[in-house]
């Protein structure tokens, strides 16, 4: 290890602050990386460039050497620089979405392609990621949804935990972990209707109960980075918001990792009027804890002022230098430099069989079946196949944020059905287009022509992959009108139809249910995409993701989400009533609520029991669920238990998922699962800003969402 308080005593001001800064690696080398913000002429100076910490959109493993090679000949100092990127859903070979992993209920499935993408990422010179962004999600017109868990705070803070424990492994010198840098701090996904880049205003409460848990999880987890958001909270960026930077972060969590700005994002406290030039941009986010900023030269150009003008304490710079050094120094850079940035290993890793399988697992993992009336799975022995849509063979559905990933790589529905059902005739049919304003309605007669012939008809249809992701919001969340239009007059044509459908959010399918008799949803999954959905088709794998997120009727009823508060005179589905909260145009419940997911077993919920209908707050209850696999199929059942709080001092919400475990079922077999229930899961926070529980009725419940079943209560001495 390298004595980095004996390297920061030689350092001079300015040094120091290059390790506080991190640009694009186009700035050090030729690339056609892409970049994730604009790249602004930095008014920066080749000396200033030598001495810059760390370098974010690099391309190869090639590129990564070339620029350490370069800034160690370089840099007097000999500190290597800090390669970061964006390991959203994979390296090189991708698995599904985030939100889709969400959907999966399943840490081991997480762990497994996080440990896959952390191995491809160090092959490819990386070794921190910003991930895992853990901003719950209630709203689906915002484009970052695919890269959340979902509308729970508990299963976010699960699914963000394990991807950091899996990235960062035990120790993160060993050489196949890297680090993890959790984002973006914080409320983000609550920005104003979906829009991105929009502001956040939020409760206390909420805030508290929903948006925060996930991020102080991936904390806990041992996070070793941290990115605030771009949104303001509140009037405030989140960047140079005391509240959060300093308050929560800092002094309740006692936060001492590194904190990084996002992308331009110290720049952008003036552009949201908060800062009146440079240098009080610099001085708010340097204030605050920002210890590196990101693609922006505020603080080359102002910090050693700030220091000289007495504003910040020249200790206050070395802290900051000193964890950026030590992270260095844990990673093992010091002794290499390159730390497994390799050429030659890449076959071996990238797309090899085995992560080929894991990404395909994940797949069948993550897909959930929205709809069946009886027609999935098809049979293998089936003569002649139309298989029709936008989808049917594109290889656009690796999802955005893939990183090195390839389109042309995966595995299209069409391949995926060829090699799992060969003797088939496979009849292919684009039928429409994928974009949201496509009328063009000439493939149609052709592909109700292909529908009508054959045994059975494969839909496949969805919104296009750049629709989601980073500043793609979209006013109008429903499946394409011409698609489904298509969808109606081929079910006409053969109501042997399954639908398979793709995208990066939850997306209107009113219509489409209302004229297929089965909806298997794939989000964006990956490199093996479409030899999951033929397995799960044909029945070679059972399908046993459950929806993480809600899928509305209607566009207009975003936000909407299971765990809201209560609502008054909600009224029954069905019929319009006057002076009840009613939507004209649709219910008031999401088409496929939170929690819902069909599977080719028969799951039969039997019984459910506590051990006790009284506790104290130092006792715990013994919660069992007895599910009956009432089928021949071996299959995965999401297990739930969900929480109300009858009365409160604080409304609470109507249901509140506190519990899960995904199990596996043999034909024909009845599991009890057993969960605890403490006191500490009751809590909620209060109008005197504490968590606290109240003594009073609970009902556990378990099912799902909108669909609980087997409730029994309790009191809470
Ligand atoms: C995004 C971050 C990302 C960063 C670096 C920004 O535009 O908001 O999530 O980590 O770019 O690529």
């Known amino acids: 290890m390298a004595d980095i308080k004996r390297i920061l005593a030689g350092m001079t001001v300015r040094e120091k602050i290059g390790q506080l800064t991190q640009y694009n690696a186009n700035l050090f080398v030729d690339t056609d990386a892409a970049l994730t913000g604009g790249n602004a002429s930095m008014g920066l100076s080749d000396e200033d460039l030598s001495k810059v910490g760390s370098v974010l959109n690099f391309k190869t493993p090639c590129e990564m050497r070339k620029i350490q090679e370069k800034h160690l000949r370089r840099d007097r100092n000999k500190i290597p620089m800090l390669f970061m990127m964006d ?14 992993l969400g959907c999966s209920f399943d840490t081991d499935i997480v762990e497994k392609c996080s440990r896959m993408a952390a191995r491809e990422a160090v092959a490819g010179g990386v070794q921190v990621t910003f991930t895992p962004m853990v901003d719950y999600i209630r709203d689906a017109r915002w484009g970052r949804v695919m890269e959340s868990a979902g509308e729970d705070a508990l299963l976010n803070g699960i699914m963000g935990a394990a991807q950091v424990k899996a990235f960062q492994g035990e120790d993160l010198s060993a050489p196949d972990n890297i680090a993890a840098c959790v984002k973006h701090f914080a409320g983000y996904g609550g920005v104003e209707a979906g829009r991105e880049y929009n502001a956040v205003e939020l409760s ?39 509240r959060l930077m300093k308050t929560i972060l800092k002094d309740e969590w006692d936060f001492n990792g590194i904190v990084i700005s996002d992308y331009g994002a110290v720049l952008d406290i003036i552009r949201l009027g908060v800062a009146e030039d440079e240098k009080e941009a610099a001085r708010l986010a340097f204030e605050n804890g920002c210890d590196i900023e990101m693609c922006s030269p505020t603080y080359f150009h102002h910090l050693e002022e700030l220091i000289d003008e ?38 071996e890793i990238y797309l090899s069989a085995a992560h080929r399988d894991i990404a395909r697992n994940a797949a069948e993992e993550c897909a959930v079946l ?32 893939s990183c090195n990933g390839k389109d042309e790589e995966s595995v299209t529905i069409k391949q995926g059905i060829e090699r799992l059902v060969p003797n088939a005739e496979i009849i292919l049919e684009q039928g429409c287009g994928d974009e949201w304003d496509d009328a063009d309605k000439s493939g149609f007669d052709s592909a109700v022509k292909a529908a009508a012939e054959a045994d059975i008809v494969i839909l496949c249809l969805g919104e296009p992959q750049d629709y989601s992701g980073e500043g793609n919001t979209r006013a109008d969340i429903s499946l394409h ?16 139809t399954a639908a398979v459908t793709f995208s990066g959010r939850p ?59 209560p609502i008054l005179r909600d009224r029954e589905k069905g019929a319009h009533h006057p002076f009840c909260s009613n939507y004209i145009e649709c219910e008031s419940v999401p088409l496929y609520s939170f929690g819902h997911g069909l599977s080719y077993s028969n799951f039969i919920y039997e019984d459910l029991t506590l051990s006790k209908d009284e506790i104290t707050a130092e006792e715990t209850i013994d919660v069992e ?34 519990a899960f475990e995904k199990v596996p079922f043999g034909a024909h077999e009845r599991k009890t699962i057993k969960f605890k229930v403490t006191e500490q899961m009751l809590r909620f926070w209060n109008n005197d800003n504490k968590f606290i529980s109240e003594p009073g009725e609970f009902r556990l419940s378990t099912g799902y969402a909108d669909h609980l079943i087997l409730t029994k209560k309790f009191i809470l001495k």
């Open 204 to 242: 206390e409460h909420i805030m508290r109960e929903h948006y925060l848990p996930a991020y102080k999880k991936c904390l806990d987890a041992g996070a070793e980075m941290i990115m605030p958001a771009f949104n303001t909270l509140s009037g405030v960026p989140s960047i140079c918001n005391s």
């Open 87 to 100: 390991v959203i859903h994979g390296f090189r070979t991708m698995y599904p979405i985030p939100l889709a």
């Open 481 to 496: 009108k011409i698609q489904c239009e298509l969808a109606e007059a081929v079910s006409s044509a053969n109501p042997n």
């Open 625 to 658: 669920i007895t599910v009956y696999n009432d089928s021949n199929t071996v299959g995965k059942e999401t297990v739930m238990l969900y929480m109300r709080d009858v009365a409160a001092s604080n409304a609470r919400p109507v249901q509140q998922l506190i």
């Open 507 to 565: 997306i209107v399918l009113t219509s489409l249910a209302k004229n297929v008799p089965a909806i298997l949803h794939m989000w964006f999954p990956g490199t093996e995409g479409g030899a999951a959905a033929a397995n799960l088709l044909f029945g070679k794998a059972n399908p046993c993701g459950k929806l993480s997120v809600s899928f509305p009727e209607l566009t207009g009823q975003c936000p909407i989400y299971y765990n809201h508060l």
């Open 370 to 401: 929205l709809k069946n009336d009886n027609i999935l799975p098809f049979s293998c022995n089936v003569k002649k196949i139309a298989l029709i849509g936008p989808f049917a063979d594109n290889h656009k559905i690796i999802g955005v944020w």
């Open 310 to 347: 007495g504003v910040f304490d020249a200790k206050r710079l070395d802290e900051a230098v000193l964890r950026i050094l030590d992270l260095k120094n844990r990673l093992g850079l010091f002794e290499d430099p390159y730390r497994g940035a390799s050429e030659t290993e890449e076959p």
